[in-house]
């Protein structure tokens, strides 16, 4: 039951991050600033990622896709406006804060954030490794979290097992975040290959087919991947068709409206928590349309004039198949054979695509796939069996299976959704629920001198 690895008189950090895009970027962040805040000592944290590098949706840094949310719902303005890791210092660090404000737009570009997220990464990185208590391990993966009883049969710590090339080694730590990402969604029976992408890679692939010239694509979704997936298609292969399939009669638009927007307040987290059940159910469907296969209605229009030109002219490449599913598609080797039905007279078609790109959305990954040493079976349930979270975003847990009771912090970042609200899995409160996170690991920790890791390794 007892973790691998650590060495008596060894001081455990106070924190594991597992996975390092921008909800536990923003969690570092806020660890290197209370830390400062301190003075006392510095909060120690390492952070995991399977990434060579920082990385956020590579795949679908599309030329000229916009961010859907204000650039001041950063890493970190809505916490600490002050703190150098504003998108504002990373203007003004990079000599475009005036250009920015000329711009006239509170939303940048996709490309132009991740940019600030990798600046910030960077950031940590230099701070951390000058005395800050903070670092990151890339190329390296997260396996397993393991119980480490005490004496009295008490989990006051945490190991977690980490594979780092051909080692593994262990890192002991009071409290683990885990920020395990989304995992790309397919339907049933829907299998990633060569020539059938889900959207999450869409650059990458495209890259693969230059110096070709298709003939048709397939995109699959209503959202607004879906129609960005359509839009770049379209003009990148400026002689191949594209096909837009979706159960809808047309696209929806998103409600970016001020009120509707109050749903991605923090203050709103607050509201979704205490809310019953009913209650709670009744705010995400209202709100759907605020974030799920809605689509900005800029781009909306723009697909329907290019559309409408080209009907005009007699050289439709754009294509919809609206109040359709796809009833079966098959990889021939050199192409795909997508059957679309429709959903009002149940008529079939086939289409023969170069490539189908599914943009279904994505799942949270279930972070007790990575609890071991009975973690797993300890962790508190709803009446519907979902994940029970307290409002600080720590795992609700019980005994484990053969006793002992778990002090130790075990933190969620992504499904809590049916606990915390649609913002979730979004940038829109990163910075404030990084600052509460903080506060509960660092309300726990123990005062004292600074503190080191305690890391063992072993062959793999």
């Known amino acids: 039951m007892t973790g691998n690895g650590g060495h008596p008189g060894d001081v455990p950090l106070d924190l594991v991050g597992a996975g390092f895009g921008p909800s536990n970027l923003g969690i570092a962040i806020a660890l290197l600033e209370r830390g400062a805040e301190k003075g006392d000592r510095r909060p120690t944290a390492r952070f995991v990622e399977r990434q060579q590098r920082f990385g956020w949706h590579r795949g679908m840094l599309l030329e000229g896709a916009t961010l859907q949310v204000s650039h001041l719902k950063d890493l970190v303005t809505l916490r600490k406006p002050s703190s150098p890791y504003t998108f504002l210092s990373y203007l003004h660090e990079r000599g475009r804060l005036a250009d920015f404000i000329n711009y006239g737009s509170n939303f940048p570009t996709r490309l132009e954030f991740h940019d600030y997220l990798t600046w910030a990464a960077g950031a940590v990185a230099r701070e951390g490794a000058d005395g800050g208590g903070v670092s990151v391990d890339y190329g390296d993966e997260v396996v397993e979290v393991l119980p480490v009883r005490s004496d009295d049969g008490t989990v006051d710590l945490l190991d977690v097992v980490v594979r780092a090339g051909e080692r593994t080694q262990t890192l002991r730590t009071r409290n683990v975040v885990l920020a395990c990402g989304l995992r790309p969604f397919l339907p049933a029976g829907v299998e990633a290959g060569p ?18 010239a298709p003939v048709r694509f397939a995109v699959v979704g209503a959202g607004q991947s879906a129609a960005e997936t359509v839009e770049h298609l379209h003009r990148t292969f400026p002689t191949a068709e594209v096909h837009a399939v979706f159960a809808r009669y047309g696209y929806s638009p998103a409600d970016d409206t001020s009120f509707a927007n109050r749903i991605f307040d923090p203050a709103a987290v607050d509201d979704f928590y205490a809310a019953p059940v009913e209650v709670k159910d009744r705010i995400l469907g209202y709100h759907a349309n605020t974030n799920y296969s809605v689509v900005d209605p800029e781009l909306i229009e723009g697909l329907y004039r290019t559309h409408y030109h080209e009907r005009v002219a007699g050289s439709e490449r754009l294509r919809f198949r609206n109040v359709s599913r ?49 973690l797993a079976d300890a962790v508190l349930r709803d009446p519907t069996g979902q994940l029970r979270v307290g409002r600080d975003y720590r795992l609700e847990m019980g005994e484990l299976p053969c006793g002992g009771r778990i002090t130790a912090g075990l933190h969620v970042q992504g499904p809590t959704e049916h606990t915390h609200g649609i913002t979730s899995t979004l940038l829109s409160t990163i910075a404030v629920r990084s600052g509460e996170i903080v506060d509960s690991i660092l309300s726990r920790s123990p005062g004292g001198a600074p503190v080191r890791a305690t890391v063992s390794a072993a062959p793999r």
């Open 326 to 374: 796809v009833a079966d598609v098959v990889d021939a080797g050199d192409r795909v054979e997508l059957a679309v039905k429709s959903l009002i007279d149940g008529a079939r078609e086939v289409i023969t695509a170069d490539a189908v790109v599914y943009a279904t959305g994505y799942r949270s990954a279930d972070p007790r796939t990575l609890l071991g040493g009975g």
């Open 195 to 212: 020539r059938i992408w889900h959207n999450r890679d869409l650059l990458f692939r495209t890259r693969e087919l230059e110096g070709t």
